[in-house]
């Protein structure tokens, strides 16, 4: 497993801190997880613990799944409901 990379992250006026990943937000922190977060960022690889401090919110898929999920298909359908329809052009 590789180490996670592409995670920065900045602080706010107010006590918030932003984490981004690849220049998208990840995840806002407020108030007694901000702290946290600070000193566990002073005390280890600034990488890993915005990698577990974001987690895997289930929305997007990790390496290695299997991209299937009941949900999904529930959603999007798998095309068995319903059969192909040919549609042909009125004249007239």
């Not at 806002?28 to 566990?40: C, G, I, Q, S, Y």
Request: hydrophobic share 30%.
């Amino acid at each position: 497993m590789s180490a996670p990379e592409g995670y920065d992250y900045a602080t706010r006026s107010n006590g918030e801190v932003v984490i981004f990943h690849h220049g998208k937000l990840a995840k806002l922190m407020r108030e007694k997880e901000a702290e946290e977060f600070l000193a566990a960022v002073k005390d280890g690889d600034a990488q890993e613990v915005m990698d577990r401090f974001v987690g895997f919110d289930g929305q997007t898929s990790r390496p290695g799944s299997s991209g299937k999920h009941p949900a999904t298909d529930a959603l999007h359908g798998n095309g068995a409901a319903h059969g192909h329809t040919d549609f042909r052009r009125k004249t007239g």
